[in-house]
């Protein structure tokens, strides 16, 4: 993924923000590059975290919940109105290409 603020390359497992590189724990990367795989679709909760976490993970959406925040901090420009990585109420997040 490239626009003029974020760059997600899968190939090389680099992002960077405005041009400068991001550093992220290995599961931001997974789950970030999970999503961006994905992009424009709305995946549910438990998909997301039996996919990035495991089956063990399904039920634990509060610990998804902290890892977006924490990648919001990361990548968003403005993290409290995201414009990449949305929630859909009680159902999932989406990443959405800008």
Do not use: M
């Amino acid at each position: 993924y490239d626009d003029n603020y974020l760059n997600v390359n899968l190939s090389t497992r680099q992002v960077k923000v405005n041009g400068s590189s991001v550093k992220l724990t290995p599961t931001e990367y997974k789950l970030l590059a999970y999503l961006v795989l994905h992009q424009g679709c709305t995946l549910e909760f438990r998909h997301i975290l039996e996919n990035v976490w495991g089956f063990r993970y399904g039920d634990a959406v509060d610990y998804l919940r902290v890892y977006i925040w924490h990648l919001r901090r990361k990548i968003e420009p403005n993290p409290k109105q995201p414009v990449y990585l949305l929630n859909e109420v009680n159902v999932g997040y989406r990443f959405k290409s800008v």
